[in-house]
T-cell receptor, first 112, second 113 residues
Framework: DAKTTQPDSMESTEGETVHLPCSHA???????IYWYRQVPLQGPEYVTH???QNTTNSMAFLAIASDRKSSTLILPHVSLRDAAVYHC?????????????FGEGTKLTVSS | AQTIHQWPVAEIKAVGSPLSLGCTIK??????LYWYWQATGGTLQQLFY??????VESVVQLNLSASRPKDDQFILSTEKLLLSHSGFYLC????????????FGEGTRLSVL
């Protein structure tokens, strides 16, 4: 079964570039990798996603290993607003269903 | 664009009382819908998912039930609340074989006293 593994927590300082890793060693060829972030008592907010190629947007850069067994979310120049739990999620499509596989999430702490 | 509306935003209920939480999707038909539960400070735990009207699969029941009476509606309920039901409930939307990212609602905070 698909599974994602993330470190429980990471600490950073404002202005730093943060690398958040996610292991998905059992990923299959058609499973998308999604990253979301969540602050307490709010729904997860979309950050980015990818299938095979690295992707970039205004929020982050997603680096996907060539074998797709891991990915890293890179947050440039973090600010206090980037403090959140970051979820690495796989979407497993089978028949008509789209199963969402969550890991434990990484709690990112940002200090000034 | 798709939107998810969850109701109520927050509830305070007594142990043993009934509960009904709702989720409505706008903007896409035949979505996969999900219910998640999160204890305070805890991880997201999937409770139910549904790929079509009238069809719901249980992942972890926690003495709760779910129904999908319409294509765009997903309901979570119980007849008797337990203290352990307290927490944060999230509804989510996704489509299979589609590049669109899953969408999460804003959640319902439930306190059982």
């Amino acid at each position: 079964d698909a599974k994602t593994t993330q470190p429980d927590s990471m600490e950073s300082t404002e202005g730093e570039t943060v690398h958040l890793p996610c292991s998905h060693a059992t990923i299959s060829g058609n499973e998308y990798i999604y990253w979301y972030r969540q602050v307490p008592l709010q729904g997860p907010e979309y950050v980015t996603h990818g299938l095979q190629q690295n992707t970039t947007n205004s929020m982050a850069f997603l680096a996907i290993a060539s074998d797709r067994k891991s990915s890293t979310l890179i947050l440039p120049h973090v600010s206090l607003r980037d403090a959140a739990v970051y979820h690495c999620i796989l979407r497993v499509d089978q028949g008509g269903s789209a199963k969402l596989i969550f890991g434990e999430g990484t709690k990112l702490t940002v200090s000034s | 664009a798709q939107t998810i509306h969850q109701w109520p935003v927050a509830e305070i209920k007594a142990v043993g009382s009934p509960l009904s939480l709702g989720c409505t999707i706008k903007g896409k038909s035949s979505p996969n819908l999900y219910w998640y539960w999160q204890a305070t400070g805890g991880t997201l735990q999937q409770l139910f998912y549904s790929i079509t009207v009238g069809q719901v699969e249980s992942v972890v029941q926690l003495n709760l039930s779910a129904s999908r009476p319409k294509d765009d509606q997903f309901i979570l309920s119980t007849e008797k609340l337990l203290l352990s039901h307290s927490g944060f409930y999230l509804c989510a939307w996704s489509l299979a074989y589609n590049n669109q990212a899953p969408l999460f609602g804003e959640g319902t905070r439930l306190s059982v006293l």
